[in-house]
């Protein structure tokens, strides 16, 4: 069954960055893209970008393009996503989700990134 | 930005209701529209994509509808398990954007 495993939570000082692992299994990696998708407390769910795994390219939405950079290693099946510049607003449960024609069908269980002095 | 507006953002229901929870977007997506269901301290789970379609295992009491601005999230007969929140996403441009949420409680 198809499993994506993400990274432990992080506590990062502003200015800092992130960087959130998404180990995926039970499909073929380089067939689907992952997106990222986070949620602040509260808040409702955030599109950040994706990655189609095969080529590389790279998607972003414009709230995030500068500080935000999504790669995979397709040899350990996995998509990273960094966030630099943090500041407190970036605190949020950080997800991937692999795509479904457009939609995120299946989702990482959440990575908590506590951005705090 | 294309802006996702869900009503009501609460609702209160008992086991066995049939409940409507609508979606609006700034402007037409055509049925480029995906629900999900969210329980506490979990990761959503896809429901209906382009607007109709009932995601494999997705119990059919289920069932969404609609096209350009307006939609709806029906469930027949609710469940104890259906009691969470529910977040409509479009997907007709970028960035895709999610509503606020509709927060499904028992009455």
């Known amino acids: 069954q198809v499993q994506l495993v993400q990274s432990g939570a992080e506590v990062k000082k502003p200015g800092a960055s992130v960087k959130v692992s998404c180990k995926a299994s039970g499909y073929t990696f380089t067939t689907y893209p992952i997106h990222w998708v986070r949620q602040a407390p509260g808040q409702r769910l955030e599109w950040m970008g994706w990655?189609?795994?095969?080529?590389?390219?790279?998607k972003y939405s414009q709230k995030f393009e500068g500080r935000v950079t999504v790669t995979r290693d397709t040899s350990a099946s996995t998509a990273y996503m960094e966030l630099s510049s943090l500041r407190s607003e970036d605190t949020a449960v950080y997800y991937c989700?692999?795509?479904?024609?457009?939609?995120?069908?299946?989702w990482g269980q959440g990575t908590l990134v506590t951005v705090s002095s | 930005d294309i802006q996702m507006t869900q009503s009501p953002s609460t609702l209160s229901a008992s086991v066995g209701d049939r409940v409507i929870i609508t979606c609006r977007a700034s402007?037409?997506?055509?049925?480029?529209l995906a629900w999900y269901q969210q329980k506490p301290g979990k990761a959503p789970k896809l429901l209906i994509y382009?607007?109709?379609s009932l995601e494999s295992g997705v119990p059919s009491r289920f069932s969404g509808s609609g096209s350009g601005t307006e939609f709806t999230l029906a469930i027949s007969s609710l469940q104890p398990d259906d009691f969470a929140t529910y977040y409509c996403q479009q997907y007709n441009s970028y960035p895709w954007t999610f509503g606020q949420g509709t927060k499904l409680e028992i009455k």
């Open positions: 989700a692999r795509d479904g024609g457009e939609v995120f069908q299946y």
């Open positions: 382009k607007a109709s």
């Open positions: 990655i189609n795994v095969g080529n590389g390219n790279t």
């Open positions: 402007q037409s997506i055509s049925s480029w």
